[in-house]
């Protein structure tokens, strides 16, 4: 699947990605392939990334929102 995490400044990572974990107001949740789709907003936290060779990848972010859809991941973070 891919993504694409963007703030107000720049752009922090786009790419294809095995696996996300985030943080919602409601609490943590995982994003895997074929993800029923979703739109959601993000707390405090990491963005943490499996990218598509197995490393891992984080971002710490203030706040964002998040959508999901046909393995596509938006994110505009803050």
Avoid: C, W
Wanted: hydrophobic share 45%; proline share 4%.
């Amino acid at each position: 699947m891919t993504i694409n995490i963007i703030t107000p400044d720049k752009t922090l990572y786009e790419g294809e990605v095995k696996q996300a974990k985030l943080v919602g107001i409601d609490g943590s949740f995982e994003i895997l392939q074929n993800h029923a789709p979703l739109i959601s907003v993000l707390a405090k936290g990491k963005i943490e990334l499996i990218d598509g060779n197995n490393k891992p990848v984080a971002f710490d972010i203030n706040s964002g929102l998040i959508e999901v859809a046909n393995n596509k991941i938006q994110i505009l973070a803050r």
